[in-house]
């Protein structure tokens, strides 16, 4: 079975642009969930989707948003980019939030 | 509430002994407590979990206690070997509004041969 696979590995941004992240699940997980980690901060949790609904969001501003398609695949979006923005974000998929988390791996993103 | 502590931050253990990892959470309907294991440049990977219908769980070297009316586990790492250096992330599962799961900080974990 095919893991986690997130495109690209890695993005080099400017202030101010915009990024769309990608993510597609292992086969049969209908939940995916997105987490920003930094070396201070872990792993912050930014949104989960189930069967293409945001089943719940962190909490990070609206800049971040996201989706997920009919084939489980899941974007994530950040707009207006900002330094602080610069981190690995992963994605998980699992069959529901109470079971084992299969994390991708990730995306480096670099705003400068 | 929506915390997840973890303590330590960084942890050194001799290779052979063994290394013990809290979490604290503050949401008394959790009910799902899973431990993921992160090796350097690597995705964080599951390590065992237990649920709130248990007070213990163990896998070989590794298990999970959990005491639900203090609101906080911890990880038991025994006969520790240098492939169990690593970073160590408790988290929880969050009821409250929609659930999501919370992690703490994270453990940096090192055996020193």
């Known amino acids: 079975k095919a893991g986690v696979t997130q495109t690209p590995r890695y993005l080099i941004k400017t202030r101010g642009q915009q990024v769309t992240l990608s993510c597609s699940p292992i086969?049969?997980?209908?939940?995916v969930s997105w987490y920003q980690q930094t070396p201070g901060q872990g792993l912050q949790f930014l949104f989960e989707?189930?069967?293409?609904?945001?089943?719940n969001k962190g909490n990070f501003p609206g800049r971040f948003s996201g989706r997920q398609f009919s084939n489980s695949r899941s974007e994530m979006n950040v707009s207006t980019l900002e330094l602080g923005d610069s981190a690995l974000y992963l994605c998980?998929?699992?069959?529901?939030?109470?079971?084992?988390?299969?994390f991708g791996p990730g995306t480096r993103l670099t705003v400068l | 509430g929506e915390n997840v502590e973890q303590h330590p931050s960084t942890l050194s253990v001799q290779e052979g002994d063994s290394a013990v990892i809290k979490c604290t959470y503050s949401?008394?309907?959790?009910?799902?407590f899973p431990w993921y294991k992160q090796e350097l440049g690597k995705r964080p990977q599951l390590i065992i979990d237990?649920?709130?219908?248990?007070g213990e769980k163990k896998d070989q070297r590794i298990a999970v206690t959990l005491n639900k009316t203090a609101k906080h586990f911890s990880l038991h790492i025994t006969e520790t070997q240098p492939e169990d250096s690593a970073v160590y992330f408790c988290?929880?599962?969050?009821?409250?509004?929609?659930?999501?799961?919370?992690f703490g900080q994270g453990t940096r974990l090192t055996i020193n041969p």
């Open positions: 998980a998929s699992s069959v529901g939030l109470v079971n084992e988390q299969f």
């Open positions: 086969s049969g997980h209908r939940s």
């Open positions: 989707y189930f069967s293409e609904t945001q089943r």
């Open positions: 949401d008394s309907a959790s009910n799902y």
């Open positions: 237990i649920r709130s219908n248990v």
């Open positions: 988290a929880a599962i969050i009821i409250q509004g929609a659930q999501k799961l919370v």
